[in-house]
T-cell receptor, first 110, second 117 residues
């Protein structure tokens, strides 16, 4: 059984640029959630996708957007990057509640 | 809104001792789930243990047990016989929402556990 994978591992972007982060869910999981974890903080919920539809959103601006594909993999897109967007971005997949996390993508905005 | 509080920013424990990490929660939901995750320096969130709000028995998973006191709204993690590899950040989280898909996790601020040899 393949676990949750994320790419890239690390990323450095300049303020104002756009970024796309990718997540492959665990086999059989139809729900993907994205979290942002700033340094020294607990993860904060960004949004969740269930069967290709957004199904819940946290307190993040519209420049954070996402997609889920028919194979249940997912993308997180962030436009107009700001310095405060520097964080570890975690993806979690689930089927019936329990969420399994990927290794994360560490984004640095300079 | 649900809230998770972890009051111990850091804990230092001798190897082989037991350690308790505190977690209190606040919710108006009758049905909820409580989780503990371990996050090593690599960043990956590793699931440790789960307790449902209607579970009458405290959850156990190997060396991990969850001391669930519903009336006090606490869900403390107990690690028995600590090992050097237990050194990591530990997060308590609550599942918010009902039904397929409509669930998110609310996390506490975390506790950094250091096991000394």
């Amino acid at each position: 059984e393949t676990g949750v994978t994320q790419s890239p591992t690390h990323l450095i972007k300049t303020r104002g640029q756009q970024v796309t982060l990718r997540c492959s869910s665990q086999s059989g999981h139809n729900t993907v959630s994205w979290y942002q974890q700033a340094l020294g903080q607990g993860p904060q919920f960004i949004f969740q996708y269930y069967r290709e539809e957004e199904n819940g959103r946290g307190n993040f601006p519209p420049r954070f957007s996402g997609l889920q594909f028919p194979n249940y993999s997912s993308e997180l897109n962030v436009n107009a990057l700001e310095l405060d967007d520097s964080a570890l971005y975690l993806c979690a997949s689930s089927f019936d509640g329990e969420q399994y996390f990927g290794p994360g993508t560490r984004l640095t905005v300079t | 809104a649900q809230k998770i509080t972890q009051t111990q920013p850091g804990m230092f424990v001798q190897e082989k001792e037991a350690v308790t990490l505190d977690c209190t929660y606040d919710t108006s939901d009758q049905s909820y789930g409580l989780f503990w995750y371990k996050q090593p320096s690599s960043g990956e969130m590793i699931f440790l243990i789960y307790q449902g709000s209607y579970d009458e028995q405290n959850a156990t998973e190997g060396r991990y047990s969850l001391n669930f006191q519903k009336a006090r709204k606490s869900a403390n993690l107990v690690i028995s016989a600590s090992q050097l590899g237990d050194s990591a950040m530990y997060f308590c989280a609550m599942r918010e929402g009902q039904g397929q898909g409509a669930q998110k996790l609310v996390f506490g601020q975390g506790t950094r556990l250091t096991i000394n040899p």
